[in-house]
Every structure is written in structure tokens, then in C-alpha cells.
């Protein structure tokens, strides 16, 4: 596959059989984002010694990033009338029930997180056909089936974020944007790799955490230390 100079003069600045310092990565990262017409995400991505296909090994849970994502994230809240006033007032962009139900199962998917409340799930249980492919099914092990609505979503725009390792055993989770300072960046990617330490499942055996690497949207992947990483977050 061709690349573009741009892609190329970035990758030529990273060493790839170099593992870097979490410092020294970010930085390199945000050299190498020079995308001009957008933002570029910043990606974690964890490669866990996991075997998703059994349940009491899969890897999925929240983590709230303390400086954000960076993006702006359109919150759904499905629930009973007298939730409604709650969810607006704490920044949800559309609330309702058997309405945005309707408008859901019509193909109307312009959210990116959605928040139920427990005695709304009849209703919502029956759209998992249409959430669940998307990862966007609320469940209440990570915190978005709750009667609390207004605290989950503003959780959710503060940057709360919903993770679950892939078939792989693999992470890939944006932790910010580009134009963040490398401190910030730093600091999200070492609270997600801790939260990732505590969801350690009791069924994997072995070497749990493989490798660590971070990356832009238009950039090339760069390894981290994983040892140096670990032991930041300890």
C-alpha cells in the first residue's frame, strides 16, 4: 500500500524495534501527528494475555480519564418520564423511552453513548440487536444501567469511557487528542493501564500484560517500555 510523505516522514522518526520511555512515546506521538485538517486521537492499545473466548477471562470495564477525551460525546438516556428533568439537566442531549425507541429501531443511531435506567430495560432489551453490534448496549457492570442518570451522564461527558478487549485479546482505547500537552496525555494513558491492572481476571494465567503501544489517527504505532509503564502505575 502506497503511503503519503506525510506518513512516511513520521513513521521515519520512530524506531520500531525501540521500546520507549511513556515520556519519551508521547512526545514522539505528538511529533508525528501532523494531520492539518483535524485533531488526531490518541490511542492505547493493549495487547492482554487473555483468552476472551472464555467467559471468566474477558477484560471489559470504565475507566474515568482525568483530563478527558477530548471529544464531544452525545449522550442518549432512555428512561421513564420522571427521569427525564435529571438527564437534561446534567447534559444528556436526547432523553426518552418507547419514542427514541422507535427512532432507533427506524435506523436513527446519532449518539455515542447510551445510559438506561434499570426499569426502562424492557424496553431497551428489546433494541440489542441494534446496540449490541455497535458497543453501545447499556449495561450495568460498566455503569450505564443506573438509576443515578444524572450522575452517569455527567460522568460520560467529563470522559468516562466504556472498554472491552476484542477476540484477540486486545485493547485499543482513545485516551485524548493530539493537541493535548504530553503531561495530560501521560497521565490519561497511565490511568487507563491501571484500571486495565485491577480488572485482572481470576482465569488468566501467566504473562497478563504483553505489550503497550500508543498511536495517532494518521501516525504509526509507537511501543512503550512495558516494564517502565507498569511500574509508573504501581
Known sequence: MKRSKRYSSAFARVDRLKQYLL???VKLLKECATATKFDETVEVTMNLGVDPRHADQIVRGT????HGTGKSVRVLVLAKPDKHKEALEAGADFVGLDDMAEKIQAG?????????????????????????PRGLMPNPKVGTVTPNVGQAVREVKAGRIDFRVDRYG???VGVGKASFEAEKLVENVEEFVRTVLKLKPSGAKGNYVKSISVSSTMGPGIKLDKAEVLDRVK
Open 170 to 172: 486486545i485493547l485499543h
Open 108 to 132: 436513527w443511531i446519532e449518539f455515542d453513548s447510551v445510559i438506561a435506567t434499570p426499569d426502562a430495560m424492557g424496553v431497551v432489551g428489546k433494541l440489542g440487536r441494534i446496540l449490541g
Open 63 to 66: 475507566v474515568s480519564l482525568p
Open 23 to 25: 515520556n519519551d512515546g
